[in-house]
């Protein structure tokens, strides 16, 4: 009885390790994925400041040229 107790617990331990290893696997590209998209969002947020800011010193430039 106490080698099919040690079998069972044997193949138990690789069941469990390999159940860790797919959730950490998983958690991982989620992970990644998340970031990728909030480092997405921001360079967005970047790339839509920039052209307001820029016509914004255009039209500063244009009136002090004026003046």
Known sequence: MDVWQLILYGVASILALKSLLVLMEYHKR?????LLSERQDGQQQADDETPQETGDRTVADSSDSAA
């Open 30 to 34: 989620r992970y990644t994925q998340q």
